[in-house]
């Protein structure tokens, strides 16, 4: 397991910017100039596992009292027909999933079906229908 790299008091900055919606209405370039660093600086920075970590959270720090009045318009969208919202919804409350695996065992003696004889008598109807071609 690697060391993780510790985040700067600059890329903390810059994150708090990136993490407002509109980047707390300043250019990339604007936040370099007031970090005092390179706007390419700030691109490398944001290209770092790291750094992309700490700002989605805090993207989601920022944004998670406000999840309330987001399902609330979804399902207002949701009950004016908005299919796509009543998906999005049910799914966040666990209530629909994309995909359901299901998986079975079955015993050689299953509720009195012998499946032995039921591959035999497959491959004898596989022969039979070769015989008649």
């Given at each position: 397991?690697?060391?993780?790299?510790?985040?700067?008091?600059?890329?903390?900055?810059?994150?708090?910017?990136l993490?407002q919606?509109?980047?707390?209405g300043?250019?990339?370039?604007?936040?370099?100039?007031?970090?005092?660093?390179?706007?390419?600086?700030?691109?490398?920075w944001?290209?770092?596992?790291d750094?992309?970590a700490?700002?989605?959270?805090?993207?989601?720090?920022?944004?998670?009292?406000?999840?309330?009045?987001?399902?609330?318009?979804?399902a207002?969208?949701a009950?004016?027909?908005?299919?796509?919202m009543?998906?999005?919804?049910l799914?966040?409350?666990?209530m629909?999933?994309?995909?359901?695996?299901?998986?079975t065992?079955?015993?050689?003696?299953?509720?009195?079906?012998?499946?032995?004889d039921?591959?035999?008598?497959?491959?004898?109807?596989r022969?039979?229908?070769?015989?008649?071609q």
């Amino acid at each position: 397991m690697g060391l993780k790299h510790e985040l700067t008091a600059d890329q903390w900055t810059a994150i708090s910017y990136l993490a407002q919606p509109n980047r707390g209405g300043k250019e990339l370039q604007e936040i370099a100039d007031e970090i005092g660093i390179h706007r390419n600086t700030l691109t490398n920075w944001r290209k770092k596992p790291d750094f992309q970590a700490a700002l989605k959270g805090e993207i989601v720090s920022n944004t998670h009292s406000r999840l309330p009045e987001v399902f609330g318009a979804m399902a207002d969208h949701a009950i004016k027909g908005n299919a796509a919202m009543a998906k999005l919804i049910l799914q966040a409350n666990g209530m629909l999933v994309d995909k359901a695996e299901i998986s079975t065992t079955v015993s050689q003696e299953s509720d009195g079906v012998n499946m032995d004889d039921i591959r035999a008598r497959i491959a004898a109807h596989r022969e039979q229908k070769e015989r008649i071609q």
